[in-house]
């Protein structure tokens, strides 16, 4: 099975800097978009950033400016750098990756989540 998991959460104080990591592992033949996305309390979940395999990325305007998404295909891992955190940038924060995995004998083309991770930015 493929697993995804992040690190990187934490409490920071307003304009503070935090960094997430997502480490995809198991029998992934290769990643496609890599992302993330975030959640707070009583709100939708929403697109943070997104990062395509060649590097093509994109922002919410919210953090447009504040906050960088890279990637490393070697090792499956993408990172999002969080600079000039804001008190509204508090959520759950989880990554989305799209892959392809050998599953039941063939390829197969998924999508995966990680279990999130606390980010909490007080003012």
């Known amino acids: 099975q493929v697993q995804l998991v992040e690190s990187g959460g934490g409490l920071v104080q307003a304009g503070g800097s935090l960094r997430l990591s997502c480490a995809a592992s198991?029998?992934?033949?290769?990643?496609?978009?890599m992302g993330w996305y975030r959640q707070a309390p009583g709100k939708q979940r929403e697109l943070v950033a997104s990062?395509?395999?060649?590097?093509?990325?994109n922002y919410a305007d919210s953090v447009k400016g504040r906050f960088t998404i890279s990637r490393d295909n070697s090792n499956n891992t993408v990172y999002l750098q969080m600079n000039s955190l804001k008190p509204e940038d508090t959520a759950v924060y989880y990554c989305?990756?799209?892959?392809?995995?050998?599953?039941?004998?063939?390829?197969?083309?998924?999508?995966?989540w990680g279990q999130g991770t606390q980010v909490t930015v007080s003012s």
């Open positions: 989305n990756v799209d892959f392809r995995e050998f599953r039941d004998g063939g390829l197969r083309d998924a999508v995966g």
């Open positions: 198991g029998r992934i033949i290769s990643t496609n978009t």
């Open positions: 990062i395509t395999r060649r590097g093509s990325t």
